[in-house]
Every structure is written in structure tokens, then in C-alpha cells.
């Protein structure tokens, strides 16, 4: 905008400097008034004279010049005077002005209202020159097929993914060889996956390895307020891509627009509902669209309405999931050749820290080690650096400035002592990485469990470890210090581990009483119409019952963490000891700790 505004303020001194060229009374001559004209020509100064009308221009015997005009309509004694003085006179015939001179001068000004007018009137109207006349148009952004760099190399932790979508590619490159089979190829992929684990990504390296045109848009650029804007803003996109085709339709967060008909309010004059209906005709309706190839990509596929998931519109579905521990392997190395890193940075064990973590998270893993390492002014970013972004981003900040009492962090320390000895006794639980008594986000004190792999399915004798492990804390500062002076610290803790214990005996049949039955709410019901409806489909009685079961999993492993406890009551208080002398102890430490190699002054409280 500033550009453009700069090159009106140009044209606009430009058209000044004219119209003040084609100004007649403009001259830098000198004026002179009549009576001072008289005095020169009665002292005999004046050598020439041109007369024009009123004007005259006068030029002296010493080379001055200047202008004066007679007062009056007319002098007729002066032609007698200057003749008398022997003054050449000079007569010119009056010059009108031409037509194309007067016009501008006269409409220049309004000539110049207008234009600002037109100027100000386009920025307002939209931004790249979407204005009102252009509502109906189609907002996709089209890239050529030099313009992505993107290719499946910038891609990693989604092999299946990748594998399926490879044959988009190799048929826009080679669709004789699919044809003279009789095969076709998919309308529409659909990718399926949580935020952040590349789904856009994805599309972009398709693009790129097909070097086709590539249209991008999102959902909600479809609907407007005006109904009818968004239907017309998916038949130009298609219109465009036809003549282009083969190419590619991306369509970013469909489900903005892809919603189910008919579960809320609103009804067939709904301009949502119009735009999915002119989509799914566009798609697979009379008139085929040989050559264009839809991808949509959505988190919620759940919401989406069943004709736009239909074979012959999104035939296939994609899912983009999160990566597993070597597809986070592949994922950091990718993100580590943009920065420097130590030799000793070792990407597996990262990606053995960060379960559940996607392709953007890890992105912003090595982003933050980055940042850390530049605040030292390293030259490479170190182990040291990944540990603590890893540590601020699963676990927040550390707030050092927090004033906690000796007391407090006394009590922290045997908090995350107890979840740490338990953690260490039960079966099948996940090694730990470290202790802190830092405080860190909403937390005082975080015990952190590595595990060795991805966890696809969990026994129920790791979520009874979990459970335990989870009341290890509460438990460590009930036998310090009594039941009177337990804190509120391990409410997070109570909540997990009830979930876990409710889930085994509703979800996960793991109730020998109960059985392997349902008998979770159902509680994914998004729509109006829908939960309105919904009722409880289990009996007063059978609630009970399941309240009776997770208690008796909830006593049977707080039991089992307070005799583990009880019995190692030496190595919590030297872990403790460790913990208020280091604030951060690591699983060597902790190693020995457990085997009773750490020494300490104080071995009991």
C-alpha cells in the first residue's frame, strides 16, 4: 500500500507542474505599476514596448525588462507618447487558449478528487484487489510447478502416508500406464491426523514432486456472509483449474466448510450448506472433472458429512498420525541440519523423550534448544540445550525467582522421591530420565519416566504401576509427616490415576466382577439434535458397582506404594537429601540412590 501510494503523490506533482505550465499569467517577469511606466517613458528610458491588450511588456534602454498594464480600458494619448519618444512598438494579436488547455485546467481539480477517490476505494474494497465486484471469485492461491520447493525428502515420520500418496504423483507424471488398465485414479485424498503432524506438509511435497500447477485455499475461504458467495467461489476454482488441469486442488481445514448437513441450525438456504452442496456436485456430478485431483486435509474427520466421504469424491482416506520414536528420529535430524549441533547430540534419545510429540512440536524442540544455546552465545547447540526445551515445553518454564520456605522444598523433595522409589519398584513401569524440585509451569517438583519405545497397547499390570506410582507422592509426605499435613500437591496426581482406574473397569473390561463390557457415557456427541437425545444406559446399581471396582483398584495399589515406601524408608530420605542438595538428579544418580551408594552426611530426617 505504501508503494502504490507513493506513485499517486508522483502523478499528482507531475500533473501540478502541467497545469501550472499551461497557466498564461504565470511569468517570473517583474511588474511595475502604470505610474513608475510613465516616469521612464517621460525621462526617455523606454527603448520597445509590445503591447497585448491591457499588457504591456517593456524593455528599457539599459536591457531591463518588466510588465505593466494600463489602468484604464484604454490610453489613446500613450501611441502619441511613445511615438513622440521615438519608443518602438510592437502590437501582438490576442491568443485564446487552446480547447485541451482549457479543459484541464478547468476539470483538473475533479480529475484529481476522482482518482484519490478510485485509490482509497480499492484499498477499502479488499486486499490484493478482491473488491466488490470480485466476490464471487475464487480466493485459491495458484503455484506454478517451480514455485515448491517442497519435496518427500522435507518429510519424515509418515512412511505410510507418504506410500499412498506416492501414487498421485506417479500418475500425473505417467497417466497412460494406469489408463490402458482401465485404472483411475482417485478424485480426492483425504488426510486424516491430529494438528502439527504435517498433513500440509505433505501436500506440498505431492506438489512438488508432480510439478503440476497446485492450487491452495482453506475452508473458510469459501463462506461469506452474502449467501450464494461461497457456492460461486467453488465453481470459478474448478472453472480455473480446468484449464490447467492435471493439477492439484488443496483444500486446507475442509472441515469448515465440509460439515454434516442437517445436525444444528439453519437449513438449505444455510450459505455453508450451499458451498458443501456445490463442492460435492463439482466433485462427482454430471459433468466430470478429468485431470483435478482434490486434497483436503482435517483434524475432525468425524464431523464431516458422509456424501463428501463417499467413494468418487474423497475416495481415499490418508491418515497422518502421530510419528512413532524413529519417525521423530527422522523428523529431528531433518530440523537439526538447518542449525549447528554438537557432535554428542544424539537424536534417539530425544526422540525416546518425547512421546506423543508431532512433527510442529518437534520442529519447536529444536527451535527452542536454539534459542537456549543462543542466549550463552555457544557456537552449537548442545545436548544440554535439547534437554532444557524438552523440559520447557512438556513441562513449562522454570520459575527460579518462585520464593519457596525450606519446608517447602523439603516436602517437594520427598513428593517426588516417593513417585520415584515406586516408579522404580513396580513392574513394567517406564525407566526414570530425572528428578527436579524446580518448579516448572503449575508444578513444584516433576519426576520424568523415559520410555523405551511407543506404547501401543498398555497391560493391566503397567496401569496398576502407573497407579501406584502416581500415589508414591502423596504417600512419601503421609508417612514424613502424617496425614494432618498432607498438601494439596498431588491432586493432579489423584486425578489421573481415578481416570485410569475408572477407564480399566468402564473401557477396558479389566473388572472380573463386571466383566469385558462398555459401560463409559458416551461423551463424543457434538451436535445439538443429537445429545439431546442422549440417556444413560446403565442402571443405578451397575454405577455402583463400577464406583465399588475403581475403589478396590485405587486401595489395592495405594497399598502396595505405602509398603514399598515403608520398606525403603532409608533410600527416601537420602533421595531426598540428593534432591535438596542438587535440585536435579538424573537416573545414574537416582541408580545409586537405589542401591544405596549415595552419601550423605544426614541419613535420616
Not at 137 to 152: D, W
Not at 557 to 580: C, F, P
Request: aromatic fraction near 6%.
Amino acid at each position: 500500500m505504501a508503494k502504490n501510494l507513493i506513485l499517486w503523490i508522483v502523478i499528482a506533482i507531475v500533473l501540478m507542474s502541467l497545469f501550472q505550465s499551461f497557466n498564461p499569467n504565470e511569468s517570473i517577469v517583474q511588474k511595475i505599476d502604470y505610474s513608475t511606466f510613465m516616469n521612464d517613458l517621460t525621462n526617455d528610458r523606454i527603448k520597445e514596448v509590445k503591447i497585448f491588450e491591457r499588457e504591456i511588456d517593456v524593455k528599457k534602454k539599459d536591457n531591463g525588462r518588466y510588465l505593466t498594464y494600463i489602468p484604464l480600458k484604454e490610453d489613446p494619448k500613450l501611441l502619441d507618447t511613445l511615438l513622440e519618444r521615438h519608443v518602438t512598438i510592437i502590437g501582438e494579436p490576442p491568443q485564446g487558449q487552446s480547447i485541451l488547455a482549457t479543459l484541464f485546467i478547468s476539470w483538473f481539480p475533479m480529475f484529481l478528487l476522482i482518482g484519490v477517490w478510485i485509490f482509497f476505494m480499492r484499498q477499502i474494497q479488499g486486499i490484493g484487489g478482491k473488491g466488490a465486484m470480485s466476490f464471487g471469485k475464487s480466493k485459491a492461491k495458484m503455484l506454478s510447478k517451480n514455485e515448491i520447493k517442497t519435496t518427500f525428502d522435507d518429510v519424515a515420520g509418515c512412511d505410510e502416508a507418504k506410500e499412498e500418496v506416492k501414487e498421485l504423483v506417479e500418475y500425473l507424471r505417467e497417466p497412460d500406464r494406469f489408463k490402458k488398465l482401465g485404472g483411475k485414479i482417485p478424485k480426492g485424498i483425504l488426510m486424516i491426523g491430529p494438528p502439527g503432524t504435517g498433513k500440509t506438509l505433505l501436500a506440498k511435497a505431492i506438489a512438488g514432486e508432480a510439478r503440476v500447477p497446485f492450487f491452495t485455499i482453506s475452508g473458510s475461504d469459501f463462506v461469506e456472509m452474502f449467501v450464494g458467495v461461497g457456492a460461486s467461489r467453488v465453481r470459478d476454482m474448478f472453472e480455473q483449474a480446468k484449464k490447467t488441469s492435471p493439477c492439484i486442488i488443496f483444500i486446507d481445514e475442509i472441515d469448515a466448510v465440509g460439515r454434516q448437513r442437517g445436525t444444528g441450525l439453519g437449513g438449505g438456504h444455510d450459505e455453508r450448506e450451499q458451498t458443501l452442496n456445490q463442492m460435492l456436485v463439482e466433485m462427482d456430478g454430471f459433468e466430470g472433472n478429468e485431470g483435478i485431483i482434490v486434497i483436503a486435509a482435517t483434524n475432525r474427520p468425524d464431523v464431516l458429512d458422509p456424501a463428501l466421504l463417499r467413494p468418487g469424491r474423497f475416495d481415499r482416506q490418508v491418515v497422518v498420525g502421530l510419528p512413532d520414536v524413529r519417525g521423530r528420529e527422522q523428523i529431528l535430524k531433518i530440523h537439526m541440519k538447518k542449525i549447528p549441533i554438537d557432535s554428542k547430540v544424539d537424536a534417539s534419545i530425544l526422540a525416546r523423550g518425547t512421546p506423543g510429540f508431532s512433527g510442529a512440536d518437534l520442529s519447536n524442540l529444536v527451535n527452542e534448544a536454539a534459542i537456549f544455546a543462543a542466549r550463552t552465545n555457544q557456537s552449537v547447540v548442545r545436548m544440554e540445550d535439547f534437554e532444557k526445551a524438552k523440559d520447557k515445553i512438556m513441562m513449562g518454564s522454570e520459575h527460579r525467582s518462585m520464593v519457596m520456605t525450606e519446608e517447602q522444598r523439603e516436602l517437594t523433595a520427598y513428593h517426588e522421591a516417593g513417585h520415584a522409589i515406586v516408579g522404580k519398584i513396580v513392574p513394567e513401569q517406564d525407566p526414570i530420565h530425572k528428578i527436579t524440585i524446580i518448579p516448572r509451569g503449575r508444578s513444584l517438583g516433576t519426576t520424568f519416566f523415559l520410555p523405551k519405545g511407543d506404547q501401543i497397547s498398555i497391560s493391566k499390570q503397567k496401569l496398576e504401576s502407573q497407579i501406584s506410582t502416581l500415589y508414591g507422592g502423596r504417600l512419601a509426605e503421609e508417612i514424613i509427616y502424617g496425614s494432618q499435613k498432607v498438601s494439596t500437591g498431588s491432586s493432579n496426581d489423584i486425578k489421573t490415576a481415578t481416570n485410569l482406574a475408572r477407564n480399566m473397569v468402564t473401557q477396558w473390561g479389566f473388572s472380573e466382577k463386571l466383566g469385558p463390557l462398555l459401560y463409559a457415557e458416551e461423551e463424543d456427541e457434538i451436535f445439538l439434535g443429537r445429545s439431546v437425545l442422549k440417556s444413560n444406559h446403565i442402571s443405578e446399581k451397575t454405577a455402583r458397582s463400577v464406583d465399588k471396582e475403581v475403589k478396590e483398584i485405587i486401595d489395592r495399589n495405594y497399598e502396595r506404594a505405602r509398603n514399598i515406601l515403608k520398606d525403603r524408608i532409608e533410600i527416601l530420605h537420602s533421595m531426598k537429601n540428593a534432591l535438596m542438595k542438587y535440585e536435579t538428579i538424573n537416573a545414574e544418580q537416582i541408580e545409586d540412590i537405589m542401591n544405596q551408594k549415595f552419601e550423605s552426611s544426614e541419613n535420616k530426617k
